[in-house]
């Protein structure tokens, strides 16, 4: 059974950094695409960024410059190095295991989420 566990959230002020983690068991990893996902209250789920397996990378225009998505095949684990941060990140920050492919949607299918880190970014 997948288990996908992100940590790394936390309060940040504007203009400021963090790196959220994304530790993946009980797949085969290194052949799995990954993705970021953000929902901010009372808003829809919404692509941040995705890595495939051989570290091709997909951003979100809002965070195209700013997040950097990147992957450890050995630790099993995604990263989302988030720089500049702004209050509109402000959101629950999801990741997602994708077997085939990550969607701006989410896993295109048989994919597992996580339960969330939180993201917070005053002004």
């Known amino acids: 059974q997948v288990q996908v566990v992100e940590s790394g959230g936390g309060l940040v002020q504007a203009g400021g950094s963090l790196r959220l983690s994304c530790a993946v068991s009980g797949s085969d990893f290194s052949l799995n695409a990954m993705g970021w996902y953000r929902q901010a209250s009372r808003k829809e789920r919404e692509f941040v960024a995705a890595i495939t397996r051989t570290s091709s990378t997909n951003y979100d225009d809002s965070v195209k410059g700013r997040f950097t998505i990147s992957r450890d095949n050995i630790k099993k684990m995604v990263f989302l190095q988030m720089d500049r941060l702004t209050p509109e990140d402000t959101g629950v920050y999801y990741c997602?295991?994708?077997?085939?492919?990550?969607?701006?949607?989410?896993?295109?299918?048989?994919?597992?989420w996580g339960q969330g880190t939180q993201v917070t970014v005053s002004s």
């Open positions: 997602a295991s994708c077997p085939y492919m990550c969607t701006i949607y989410g896993p295109s299918e048989y994919g597992t």
